[in-house]
């Protein structure tokens, strides 16, 4: 499984190869034909990138993108982006968006480290990741997988 390749591919490498800037000095490989999760690039770009990688993969190539939480209140803004993936020959395509619940209160969206309505830090944080849609992304995957959610940006300019 990719997930957790990512990282034990990383481990190996640095145990023979040491630390390289920007090769190795995360906890984890991008997968895939990923543009690095922690490049901060638009969501076009992104998919203008990717679409050119895509023939290339012969296990999988999703291109995905990080947004902000509120885009749920921009449908428009969503169906240009998924439109522009399409028209870009993009295969599979994902618009990934952070959604929290609190587990006491039941409130629901993007949620620092506490509830902004009650206080809670009993959080449950839906992410997708690498096709998985996990609610404990911390404990659903590996220390890599979990660094490399953490590093993401949002593709929004």
């Given at each position: 499984m990719?997930?957790?390749?990512c990282y034990t591919a990383m481990k190996k490498f640095k145990a023979k190869y040491g630390e390289i800037e920007n090769v190795s000095d995360r906890e984890y490989f991008t997968n895939s034909i990923h543009v690095p999760v922690w490049h901060d690039i638009s969501v076009f770009d992104k998919i203008d990138i990717e679409s050119q990688l895509t023939g290339y993969s012969s296990a999988g190539c999703i291109t995905y993108?990080?947004?902000?939480?509120?885009?749920?209140?921009?449908?428009?803004?969503l169906e240009?982006?998924?439109?522009?993936?399409m028209d870009h020959d993009i295969p599979y395509f994902a618009v990934n968006t952070k959604l929290d619940m609190c587990e006491d209160c039941g409130y629901q969206d993007e949620i620092g480290e506490?509830?902004?309505?009650?206080?809670?830090?009993?959080?449950?944080?839906?992410?997708?990741?690498?096709?998985?849609l996990t609610?404990?992304?911390?404990?659903?995957?590996?220390?890599?997988?979990?660094?490399?959610?953490?590093?993401?940006?949002?593709?929004?300019?």
């Open positions: 990719a997930e957790n390749l993108v990080e947004v902000p939480s509120g885009v749920k209140n921009n449908i428009p803004a240009t982006i998924v439109n522009y993936a506490s509830c902004p309505e009650c206080g809670s830090k009993n959080i449950s944080r839906l992410r997708r990741v690498t096709g998985y609610g404990s992304y911390k404990d659903a995957f590996n220390w890599g997988k979990q660094k490399e959610t953490e590093d993401r940006v949002e593709h929004i300019h």
